[in-house]
């Protein structure tokens, strides 16, 4: 079946989105496979902040 490794298995192993992280890795097998997923995301609003709304991207592929 293969194994699958996460990229920080858990909240302790958290870094931040400012450039590309993995998720998962693993090896391809011969047999089709398939992984999911339901990351936590913890968004940390500096209190200097100034008030308005803020959006942003997070950007999933597959290579």
């Known amino acids: ?3 699958r ?3 920080q298995p858990t909240a302790a192993g958290r ?3 400012t450039s590309p992280v993995t ?3 693993g090896r391809k097998q011969a047999t089709p496979m398939s992984t999911s997923w339901q990351p936590t995301l913890v ?3 500096p209190s200097n902040a100034a008030a308005g709304v803020y959006t942003g991207t997070i950007t999933h592929s597959v290579a």
């Open 43 to 45: 968004i940390t609003i």
């Open 5 to 7: 490794n996460p990229g």
């Open 1 to 3: 079946m293969g194994t």
């Open 23 to 25: 998720a998962f890795s």
């Open 15 to 17: 870094v931040a989105l």
